[in-house]
């Protein structure tokens, strides 16, 4: 019967789509509204543009990406559902530690892509080790600090499955499809850069999610001066 009703509502979720990108959930479209809102005319938002208290979708469910120059995919960040889900704390850690190892290239190429097209990445996954289940990862281009394009901001969500992970431990996924639509438009402007030293924290604890801002660089910013922004998880 749980199977029976688990598998309903993966086909609940396959119907669902809304628009050509096949995004699913609210949440998630909301992620890419604001990643869309940040273009501005630019083809690709600076990394630093990124401000949590401006985000509509659960930052726990968000993660940020770096791609090195010895070709290694990492995690910058993870949020505290990101973490919960695959029962480890993701910073630092190889992108290809979520896919199963029938998937890591993949995962590899679907970063990549997203990255060098520029684009948008979307993929439906599943659980290596489950016959039920269906999560929806986002993955948007941006650029950092002297303006490569070498950070993803994503988005991880639990379409259908069992509300408990508990059996998936380890949870490793394997794909159900994976795309990449390309994002048009003109190069950004400089002006922006990112501060390697106040990393952006979306693995919060536990209880009500807040953040507080303590120092802001919302405004426009010249050639000569740099936004800083430094969020801390909780007041």
């Given at each position: 019967?749980?199977?029976?009703?688990?598998?309903?509502?993966?086909k609940t979720a396959g119907a669902a789509m809304a628009g050509k990108d096949g995004?699913?959930?609210?949440?998630?479209?909301?992620?890419?509204?604001?990643?869309?809102?940040?273009?501005?005319?630019?083809?690709?938002?600076?990394?630093?543009?990124?401000?949590?208290?401006?985000?509509?979708?659960?930052?726990?469910?968000?993660?940020?990406?770096?791609?090195?120059?010895?070709?290694?995919?990492?995690?910058?960040?993870?949020?505290?559902?990101?973490?919960?889900?695959f029962g480890m704390e993701l910073r630092g850690m190889p992108a290809r530690t979520?896919?199963?190892?029938?998937?890591?290239?993949?995962?590899?190429?679907?970063?990549?892509?997203?990255?060098?097209?520029?684009?948008?990445?979307?993929?439906?996954?599943?659980?290596?080790?489950?016959?039920?289940?269906?999560?929806?990862?986002?993955?948007?281009?941006?650029?950092?600090?002297?303006?490569?394009?070498?950070?993803?901001?994503?988005?991880?969500f639990q379409l259908a499955g069992s509300g408990s992970l508990d059996t998936l431990?380890?949870?490793?996924?394997?794909?159900?499809?994976?795309?990449?639509?390309?994002?048009?438009?003109?190069?950004?402007?400089?002006?922006?850069?990112?501060?390697?030293?106040?990393?952006?924290?979306?693995?919060?604890?536990?209880?009500?999610?807040?953040?507080?801002?303590?120092?802001?660089?919302?405004?426009?910013?010249?050639?000569?001066?740099?936004?800083?922004?430094?969020?801390?998880?909780?007041?």
């Amino acid at each position: 019967m749980v199977n029976d009703v688990s598998a309903h509502a993966e086909k609940t979720a396959g119907a669902a789509m809304a628009g050509k990108d096949g995004i699913v959930h609210a949440q998630t479209r909301l992620l890419l509204s604001y990643w869309q809102e940040l273009r501005r005319g630019q083809l690709v938002p600076f990394r630093s543009q990124i401000d949590p208290r401006h985000m509509r979708c659960d930052i726990g469910n968000l993660f940020i990406l770096e791609a090195l120059p010895d070709g290694q995919q990492r995690f910058r960040v993870a949020g505290s559902r990101i973490v919960d889900m695959f029962g480890m704390e993701l910073r630092g850690m190889p992108a290809r530690t979520i896919a199963a190892s029938g998937a890591r290239d993949e995962l590899r190429a679907l970063i990549g892509r997203t990255l060098e097209e520029p684009g948008i990445g979307y993929a439906r996954l599943r659980p290596e080790t489950a016959t039920h289940g269906l999560w929806e990862m986002l993955l948007l281009p941006l650029r950092s600090d002297g303006g490569s394009i070498d950070r993803a901001i994503g988005f991880m969500f639990q379409l259908a499955g069992s509300g408990s992970l508990d059996t998936l431990v380890p949870l490793r996924l394997v794909f159900e499809r994976r795309t990449v639509e390309r994002v048009a438009g003109p190069a950004a402007s400089p002006g922006f850069g990112e501060e390697e030293g106040e990393p952006f924290r979306l693995d919060l604890p536990d209880g009500p999610r807040r953040l507080t801002a303590l120092e802001g660089g919302g405004g426009t910013a010249g050639p000569r001066r740099r936004p800083k922004l430094r969020v801390i998880g909780r007041d």
